[in-house]
């Protein structure tokens, strides 16, 4: 049997009927068979890939991506996504500087969604407001669809947002899971979330609560560690703990980067703002003080440099299990020497991973196309088959 | 029989030959039978769109838009409307600011030409200036063709010039004629296309423009209302007086907001500048005179807020036919407490129409889809009933 | 035989075996049979189109596009053969501002690339730099796909770097080929590619480059003229003077239009910067200097008054073969009395030669694709005939 036609088979064993036509915001409102059914899919998209065999389920239509922060690697990874699915992208370029009031969003949605089968959308930098906007949003087109303004309802990917960055975290379990060689060989395993020193800007806790939210329900050992105040969400936290007790894991907090290495199997160094500067750069925001953005900013930043040991260096990776945990990054980092005088990482550790750091991102655009397969594919059992089967991408 | 079949058989006893390898700059360039196609071909789209019945045309080919002026609706709805037949969008990003010399657009119409089927062109902002250029740039591209440079002529859609707006007239009327029943049932209603206030900037013309020019045509009593000052252009006006005249209906001008209003079967509250106001903008733009555009502005601006008492009240509302008429806009609206302190509509009035709004746009990707089918397509009935045959587009 | 079979035929006898996942950075690099199969598919390509048949050879996939300088033909040409062949277009918006160290352009070229099948790179600014960024992308997706981070190797068209400029350079000569009625009649012909004031910017050195350095290869009597200072690279001229040496050409340097002019059956002239010059430029990019680039460019536009007289006038014209020299340009030219008081050429010189200059333009984009497809296809030979045979591109 084919490797597609394996994991069609561990497809049709899951409990995924909830998922057609359904929306992807966060990774735990999905069951354990739907996340499982994702990293199937997106397995078999890569299989299908490397056989040079088409993955285009649709003739026609559009992926509609609003990127309200930068983004490189989302956004071709998104449009990579489309491309393998037979989707053409097609950007809102949204001015970022004001946040859009509930009438305009709800105009909005409608106006850029008449063809849309899939739309992508991040929204990360402002605490609360995230994922109201991707909210705010989908009830639109709903609404939108039922009132016949819309002859069909596009899905929604969560391209990060406020709480949760889904399709990164699912790309790092994804790389984890073939790096350990099964989902079932994650159970025990320490993971060390760490915050790491940077001097760029304030970074968005999607990444960290992403993780935490996603990996304590695999029966790992789940670590966040950070300076005191620059906590994440106390919600995520709560759901890593409940999952961890479920999962037959543990989920803790430190406040040190050396407890969290110690002997792990996974670190992840990444520098995030501290959520209650997050909350005040929301409050500016809607006050349209850029003025206090700034100063905000530059104050972050000098709270930032109390603690530039906060670092990943070849001495703490030593203290990891066999000296050689698998260092993670969602990329791109701080690399002190080469992008920035002091930053998240030592470059002789960054240099020595860059393969598996590589490996993990190329997971994305996998994992952004399953959540699309599934959502919009009635039987994707039968539909994986059929690829599998199918003409080769090129004709000769 | 299929709806699209019986579009089909529809379209079949209409003359429209001339569609063929034809150009889509005003409607008062097309016959009645004419536009009768494109309303039946955006129905029988739409129709398809809803089975999820494929509806490309085009094995590959290009789209390319320009937009010389800011523009999301439009934007995506030509981008739809590409999508749908087949055709990839190629944004040409021209910088706004230098009107370009007869030659420079002829070397662009060319250069982007190469696989177009598709040119959709908006320069909407300087009267005496729009037209010009999609009919320069479409005489150097049917020049290019004739002398071998491009293997095929691509076919022009109007996206708004200084004239009309053809793609947005066309969706109001679709939009109307089904809000009816039937373009029989337009027949004596009356239609008030009324200036109203905007504190926003000085908007083009060729919406209200548009609008008589192409409603007069169905024998509604059209009604254009405006301050003193606020003209239109003349050759327009009789276009819109020479209609009305030959379809049974009426067209007349007042100063009076009120007087539009009342008894109204449609009401159609939208600003826009004074006709000289425009002239003097596009004669300043020529001279390269960017102050005295900004300065011009301001005037504009002062001088639209004389007339805050025309906006579109819950109490002039009460006036028209049983006192609901149906309102129209084609979006975005300056709101009165919404999106500004005083603007083209009070939010109650807007909000009451909301759904009828989104549907009066959702119509435009459909128009735009059937100009370029009956353009592009030698035997679009044929094609109507192959595609209504034919495999779904979504294949799984 | 049908056009196109003929074409296959002449292929067929071309030993084209490493052109297969091949890159295309230089002309040089490649065999005469190489760069005549690229013609021969280019010209089959143009014919299809002629027929309205497709030239899908993709059923997915994406061309990336690097744009590192301003570009709208180059920028078109690469969107219309990808689409051509089936490919969808993804442009990576790069901030032109800063020179990507090593590390970063490893990093995007594999972030960029995970559903790639071609990158085109235009990095044409900087002496020294150009080729470097593209043969350092190229490396790290070529690890990338060793490394399984890639599932396939993107191939590179050279889209213009600091060396050469090979698809306008090609397309260049696709057009002499025609004009002259075939590649046979090229022996003996005197070719002046000669500089010419401009008052706008330092431009690339890469177009004479690739015209010196492809025309020499075909028996032509090549003129390289240029005012003292206006060196091109070494390294090419001795390219050029090799091959010319070989196909039985020749290849010489003067200081004078006039020479160049004499008798010549085909004329370029265009402006260039001084390779001391482009040198100097690097140096201050490199050293972040904008300040000292911006002093730079004053001083080659005051370097570049002096040599006014270097210009394309009528009389220059009548000097040259029978008064009828082909004028070439890659386009946009200065035109002295249309875009520039004194530029490159006098406007009833460029005007009498409008047509023949979108014609050269027009072969970009087969060339193009016709490099992609020989990079792309294992067996082009059997392709062409099959595209041959097959449905049209539209359908209806």
């Known amino acids: 049997m084919s ?5 069609a088979e561990k497809l049709s064993k899951l409990n995924i009927e909830n998922m057609y036509e359904n929306d992807f915001y966060w990774t735990w409102d999905k069951t354990d068979d739907e996340l499982a059914a994702i990293f199937t899919v997106a397995d078999a998209l890569r299989d299908l890939r490397e056989q040079n065999k088409s993955t285009k389920i649709f003739d026609s239509g559009l992926g509609i991506s609003i990127f309200r922060d930068n983004s490189t690697r989302t956004r071709f990874s998104f449009a990579s996504a489309c491309n393998l699915l037979g989707l053409e992208v097609q950007d809102l370029d949204e001015k970022k500087s004001q946040i859009a009031h509930g009438e305009t969003v709800r105009e909005t949605a409608n106006m850029v969604s008449f063809m849309a089968d899939v739309i992508g959308i991040r929204d990360d930098m402002f605490i609360g407001e995230g994922h109201k906007y991707q909210k705010t949003f989908m009830d639109a087109v709903t609404e939108g669809h039922e009132d016949g303004v819309l002859e069909q309802k596009p899905t929604l990917v969560n391209l990060q947002c406020d709480v949760d960055h ?14 350990f060689g099964g989902v079932e060989n994650l159970k025990g395993k320490k993971v060390a979330m760490t915050w790491a020193y940077s001097p760029s800007y304030g970074k968005p806790l999607s990444v960290p609560q992403g993780i935490i939210g996603l990996f304590t329900r695999f029966g790992m050992d789940v670590v ?8 994440v969400m106390g919600e995520v936290e709560e759901i890593a703990a409940a999952n961890a007790e479920k999962s037959g894991g543990s989920y803790k907090k430190v406040n040190s980067m050396e407890e969290a290495f110690k002997d792990a199997d996974i670190v992840y160094p990444k520098s995030w703002a501290p959520y209650a500067a997050m909350e005040k750069r929301t409050q500016l925001y809607q006050a349209g003080d850029q ?79 399953a959540m699309i397969f599934l959502a919009k594919v009635k039987d994707p059992v039968a539909a994986l088959k059929a690829l599998d089967d199918a003409e080769p991408r090129k004709k000769f």
Chains 1, 2, 3 share one sequence.
């Open 224 to 231: 966040l560690a950070h300076p005191e105040g620059y906590d």
């Open 291 to 369: 003025a206090g953005i700034d100063a905000l900013e530059k104050e972050l930043l000098a709270n930032n440099a109390k603690f530039k040991d906060w670092t990943c260096t070849e001495e703490l990776m030593s203290t990891t299990k066999d000296g050689k945990a698998l260092y993670m990054h969602c990329l791109p980092a701080d690399i002190t020497g080469l992008s920035c005088e002091a930053g998240e990482v030592e470059n002789s550790v960054f240099n020595r991973y860059i393969d598996p750091l590589y490996k993990e991102a190329s997971y994305k655009p996998y994992i952004i196309a």
């Open 166 to 179: 889904p399709t990164q975290s699912m790309a790092d379990l994804a790389h984890v899971i073939h790096y």
């Open 3 to 7: 490797k597609t036609k394996e994991f």
